[in-house]
């Protein structure tokens, strides 16, 4: 059996019959099953055995392969040696806030499973960036780029965001490879604002300005932004300007949408949930959205794409738009491990990597 049908016909059934009402509970089964297995003494010859080389260099760091895993799946980062063990050619841990805080109230995750979709409100619930930085000063260094995704604490207001980040900027920096700034999760109120032009430009400038500073005259690390699929094209222009006017060193497209399209009629119930789809439902907007960057930016900002990336088929797309990397979340739950093997490998087959820059 391939990697895909014994994770799809075996093992998803069973972590999805768990804890049967509440997703959430096969999530945490999940990231527990795989902080122990990366601990265990045969899992970096694991990642032997399943890495596939495909490597590339993006924004000045060496990926080994293309396939990342997208915030928010390892908010606390507690998996990092598990998702290496995988496959992964970088892992985007968070997102974390500078207060710890526990999120929406449950349920807040839930699955559209004809429509290959979820939908959250999770509302980063995480330990904050102090525990996060506390357990990566003594992890074991990773065969892959760590990106830190960071957001807005939901207890400061909209008007002292940009001192809120900086300070999880400062407390991971010595941690992270880059930095992704969050302004487009649908579930902090307010958040998605900072993705206005004045408000984005005054947090891109002082977090760049700040990972300036923390490299002490070096080269800084990169920092991204990470944007909705729900902003239109003139706002997804002005993001590429204020991107190139702060040195922002690459876009990571897409969050979450608010949107309900594409839905299966038997979905269209729990469609009614609040919070960010994700998924099959989202294919199609996210490609059109790094064709968009792509182009408007003449092909000078690397792209992360993310969003409804379900089989490789979809990432070479993402990659023949303009990507120069891609990340996984719904469709690595839908379709488990073998979907990062599966890009990997049709990554290779394309040849030299496009992306590369
Ligand atoms: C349960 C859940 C939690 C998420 N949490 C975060 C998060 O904390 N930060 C973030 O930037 N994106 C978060 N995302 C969005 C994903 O990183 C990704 O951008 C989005 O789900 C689209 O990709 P997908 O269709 O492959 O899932 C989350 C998605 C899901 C489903």
Redesign the pocket.
Same mark, same amino acid.
Request: overall charge positive.
């Given at each position: 059996m391939e990697g895909v049908q014994l994770y799809s016909r075996l093992l998803r059934p069973v972590l999805f019959r768990l804890g049967s009402g509440d997703p959430e509970v096969a999530?945490h089964r999940t990231i527990d099953a795989l902080r122990l297995f990366g601990a265990a003494p045969g899992a970096s010859t694991l990642r032997g055995l399943v890495a596939v080389d495909a490597p590339r260099t993006v924004f000045g760091l060496r990926f080994p392969n293309p396939v990342g895993l997208?915030?928010? /799946?390892d908010?606390n980062g507690v998996a990092l040696p598990g998702w290496a063990a995988l496959g992964f050619g970088h892992v985007?841990v968070?997102?974390v806030t500078w207060h710890p805080q526990p999120g929406n109230p449950k349920p807040r995750?839930y699955r559209l499973p004809a429509s290959g979709?979820?939908i959250?409100r /999770?509302g980063?619930n995480?330990d904050g960036a102090r525990a996060l930085a506390a357990r990566l000063r003594t992890a074991a260094r990773l065969p892959m780029p760590l990106g830190i995704?960071i957001?807005k604490s939901k207890i400061t207001p909209v008007a002292d965001a940009v001192a809120d980040y900086r300070s999880s900027l400062a407390e991971l920096y010595p941690y992270g490879d880059y930095f992704?700034v969050?302004v487009?999760?649908p579930n902090t109120p307010g958040l998605r604002g900072l993705q206005d032009r004045g408000l984005l430009d005054e947090l891109l400038g002082e977090l760049t300005r700040e990972a300036a500073r923390l490299a002490y005259g070096g080269t800084p690390k990169p920092v991204l932004v990470?944007i909705a699929p729900d902003l239109d094209d003139a706002a997804i222009g002005e993001v590429i300007e204020v991107c190139a006017a702060r040195s922002v060193a690459g876009i +990571?497209a !897409?969050? !979450?949408t608010l949107a309900r399209d594409g839905l299966a009629p038997e979905d269209v119930a729990t469609g009614a949930q609040a919070g $960010?789809l994700?998924?099959?439902p989202?294919?199609r907007r996210?490609l059109d959205v790094v064709a968009f960057v792509h182009r408007e930016s003449a092909g000078r900002l690397p792209i992360i794409g993310?969003?409804? +990336?379900?089989a490789p088929e979809d990432a070479l797309r993402m990659l023949d738009a303009g990507a120069s990397l891609v990340?996984?979340?719904? $469709?690595? +739950?839908y379709g488990g491990p073998g979907l990062v093997r599966g890009i990997s490998r049709a990554a290779r087959a394309t040849g030299a990597a496009p992306g590369d820059r």
């Open positions: 999530h997208a915030a928010g /799946m908010k985007e968070g997102t995750l979709a979820l959250n /999770m980063f995480n995704s957001g992704a969050n487009s999760s990470k +990571i !897409t969050n !979450t $960010g994700s998924g099959r989202l294919t996210a993310v969003g409804g +990336i379900a990340q996984v979340y719904t $469709g690595f +739950i």
